[in-house]
Every structure is written in C-alpha cells, then in structure tokens.
T-cell receptor
Framework: AQSVTQLGSHVSVSEGALVLLRCNYSSSVPPYLFWYVQYPNQGLQLLLKYTTGATLVKGINGFEAEFKKSETSFHLTKPSAHMSDAAEYFCAVSASLFNKFYFGSGTKLNVKP | NAGVTQTPKFRVLKTGQSMTLLCAQD?????MYWYRQDPGMGLRLIHYSVGEGTTAKGEVPDGYNVSRLKKQNFLLGLESAAPSQTSVYFCASSTPGLREGSSYNEQFFGPGTRLTVL
C-alpha cells in the first residue's frame, strides 16, 4: 500500500527566506514521487518528479527536492521565497499499476513581504 | 492544444438531483482519472480508466458512476446528489510508461469543477 504524509498544513515564510515543505511516503515497492503546485482556483501543475537516477531533482520556478530512501522522504525546497510562490503544494506517490497517484493532504505556503 | 478541459466550471444542485461532469483531453492519453478535493484531505481518486470502454473504482467510488465511450472523454455521473458530494472535482490524464503498467508518468490536470449540493 502507498500513502503520503505532508507535515504542516500551513507554512509561512518571509520573502527571500528558505522554503522547506516536508513529504514522507510509504510504499511497498520503489516509488515514483511528484510535487504539484495549485494556485487559487486552478488545477494542479507539475513542479518536479523523481523516477530513477539522480536523487536530487530540479523543477520549475527554482524548486528542488531530494529523494532519501533511508528516510522515506521527498522534501521540497527553494532557497529564496518569492511572493508568487504563495500557493498550495501537494506531494504524490505513484507505485502501482496504471499510474494511480496517492496524494498528501497538501501544504499551503504563505509568503510574507 | 487545450490539454485537459472540464465542463462545467461551477454547478449548484439540490439534494437528489443528478448531473454529469465532462472531461476531455486532446493529448491522446490512454489513462484518465477523476478526483475529488476536499479541504485538508488532498485529492482522492474516485474512478479511473485505462482505455476506451474500461473503468475501475478508486478510493472513494460510492455515489458516482463513470463512462469512457471515447478515448478522449471521461464522464463522471452523480445519480442522486448528496451534500457530502459538495467538493471540487478534478479530471486528469496520463500515458502509460514505457512498459505497460509502469507508473512514472506525470498526470495532467484539468481546471476543476466546483460543485455545491444544497
């Protein structure tokens, strides 16, 4: 069975500060991991994904995430937050037939000026 | 290339009414999915389809039916709406991996349908 836990339903940072959004997964098979971003009243947009190979994955808008198998984690980071990063972020795992995704409950990022 | 589109964008129903949500994709994707999004619960899979004429249950299928008569369309039906079905509904599509059944391809999402059941 697969599941995803996102610690912190709300995270608030100052503009220019480090962004760290946490994601831990549970999977009985090697997982494929994704981060999506959702801006208000919009659909989900892919930020980045880990499938195989390099464990540090770079995505759009300056975000990156590191797959740590020993910690079953896939935390999302960005060195310097921008006001436009304010959105809700979802971590997802796909480790099943037919590309079924299991999503975390989401983390809302607030960026203060 | 419109990607994934959903119709309608908003809808208000009374308890017991029925409706159909339409999802269309123009990327020739084999797989399509319906999710519901509720505050604090992320997205939960309702039903999915791995090809024209096939459907399967997801995590929360009760109260919903689906059909995939054409590869590009995936319909979600509510036969008798209940207030518990008030939610935002998202459709998504993806391709299979290089090996049939592999699971590494991203899903592409539509803009969502906001449904309120009174």
């Amino acid at each position: 069975a697969q599941s995803v836990t996102q610690l912190g339903s709300h995270v608030s940072v100052s503009e220019g500060a480090l962004v760290l959004l946490r994601c831990n997964y549970s999977s009985s098979v090697p997982p494929y991991l994704f981060w999506y971003v959702q801006y208000p009243n919009q659909g989900l947009q892919l930020l980045l994904k880990y499938t195989t190979g390099a464990t540090l994955v770079k995505g759009i808008n300056g975000f990156e995430a590191e797959f740590k198998k020993s910690e079953t984690s896939f935390h999302l980071t960005k060195p310097s937050a921008h006001m436009s990063d304010a959105a809700e972020y979802f971590c997802a795992v796909s480790a099943s037939l037919f590309n079924k995704f299991y999503f975390g409950s989401g983390t809302k990022l607030n960026v203060k000026p | 290339n419109a990607g994934v589109t959903q119709t309608p964008k908003f809808r208000v129903l009374k308890t017991g009414q029925s409706m159909t949500l339409l999802c269309a994709q123009d990327m020739n994707h084999e797989y399509m999915y319906w999710y519901r999004q509720d505050p604090g619960m992320g997205l939960r899979l309702i039903h999915y389809s791995v090809g024209e004429g096939t459907t399967a249950k997801g995590e929360v299928p009760d109260g919903y039916n689906v059909s995939r008569l054409k590869k590009q369309n995936f319909l979600l039906g509510l036969e008798s709406a209940a207030p518990s079905q008030t939610s935002v509904y998202f459709c998504a599509s993806s391709t299979p991996g290089l090996r049939e059944g592999s699971s590494y391809n991203e899903q592409f999402f539509g803009p969502g349908t906001r449904l309120t059941v009174l």
